[in-house]
C-alpha cells in the first residue's frame, strides 16, 4: 500500500471528536480520596473518560466537542498537565483524560 | 437383584462426587461481571429497556453492566468502557470508579450530537468492558 492510498484510508476514517460519554451505577461511589499537595491528576472517584488526539486538534476544539464550549479547554489542561507542557502543543496520538 | 442396586447407587455416588469435585467453590465476595447488555435506553434502575444490536445514526448507545460480589479489602473497582468502531477505530474510553458491597448495574452511553453530517457512521461496533485491568467481555452491534 502506498502513501497516498494509506493517505487515503486514514482521511476516510470518521472523526469521533465530538462523542459526549457519560455514565452512572446503582454501586455506591468510593469515599473520597486526599490528594498530596500539587497532585492535580484525577484520581478516586472522580470519572474521567480518555480523547485521542486527532491532526487539527486544539484543546479549545476538543472542550467544544467534549464541554460545547471551547472556554472549557483549560479544564482539559489541567487534567493532563503531566502529558501537556504547552498548552498549544498536542500531538495526535496523545490519550487525554476528560474530566466529566 | 442387591448387587445391582449397589452397583447404580456407587455408581450414581461417583457421579455426584465427580460433577461437584470439578465446581470451583464459590466466592460470594469476589467482585465479577455477571451480565452486559447494549441498548438504546436504560431504566431506572441502570438496566437496559431497550436492548438491540442494531441501532440508528442518530441513537445514543448504552451498556449496562452487571456486577456481583462485592470489593472485599479492596477500597474500590474500576470499570473501563473501550468503545471502538469497524476494524478497531477508538471512539471513546469511560472509567468509573465503584464499590460495590453486593449486586450493582453500572452505565456507560455515548453520543455523537447530531449536525449536518454527524451521527454515527453505518457499520460495525464494538464496546469492551474490562474489570479492573482484565477483559470481562465484548458486545458487538451496528449501525445501519
Avoid at chain 1, 50 to 57: A, H, L, P, R, S
Avoid at chain 1, 66 to 79: H, K, L, P, T, V
Avoid at chain 2, 66 to 78: I, L, R
Avoid at chain 2, 112 to 141: C, H, M, Q
Amino acid at each position: 500500500m502506498g502513501i497516498f492510498d494509506y493517505w487515503k484510508k486514514e482521511k476516510a476514517k470518521p472523526d469521533f471528536s465530538s462523542v459526549r460519554s457519560g455514565g452512572t451505577s446503582t454501586a455506591p461511589a468510593p469515599p473520597p480520596v486526599p490528594q498530596a499537595d500539587g497532585d492535580s491528576s484525577p484520581v478516586g472517584s472522580v470519572d474521567t473518560h480518555t480523547y485521542v488526539v486527532v491532526k487539527g486538534d486544539s484543546l479549545s476544539k476538543i472542550a467544544s466537542g467534549q464541554y460545547g464550549s471551547a472556554q472549557q479547554w483549560r479544564r482539559i489542561y489541567e487534567a493532563n498537565r503531566d502529558l501537556i507542557k504547552d498548552p498549544d502543543l498536542i500531538y495526535p496520538g496523545q490519550q487525554l483524560r476528560i474530566p466529566e | 437383584m442387591l448387587s445391582t442396586v449397589v452397583v447404580i447407587v456407587s455408581a450414581l455416588a461417583l457421579l455426584g462426587c465427580s460433577g461437584s469435585a470439578a465446581r470451583p467453590p464459590a466466592t460470594q465476595s469476589a467482585l465479577t461481571v455477571a451480565d452486559i447488555d447494549v441498548g438504546r435506553s436504560v431504566a431506572t434502575d441502570k438496566t437496559i429497556a431497550d436492548k438491540t444490536d442494531t441501532f440508528r445514526p442518530g441513537d445514543t448507545f448504552y451498556v449496562a453492566v452487571k456486577t456481583v460480589g462485592s470489593v472485599g479489602s479492596a477500597p474500590t473497582a474500576t470499570l473501563v468502557a473501550h468503545w471502538s468502531y469497524g476494524d478497531g477505530q477508538r471512539i471513546n474510553e469511560a472509567t468509573q470508579t465503584i464499590a460495590p458491597s453486593g449486586p450493582a448495574v453500572t452505565e456507560f452511553h455515548v453520543s455523537r450530537p447530531n449536525g449536518p453530517g454527524d451521527g454515527w457512521p453505518t457499520g460495525d461496533y464494538k464496546v469492551e468492558i474490562v474489570l479492573n485491568g482484565v477483559s470481562a467481555g465484548t458486545e458487538k452491534f451496528k449501525v445501519q
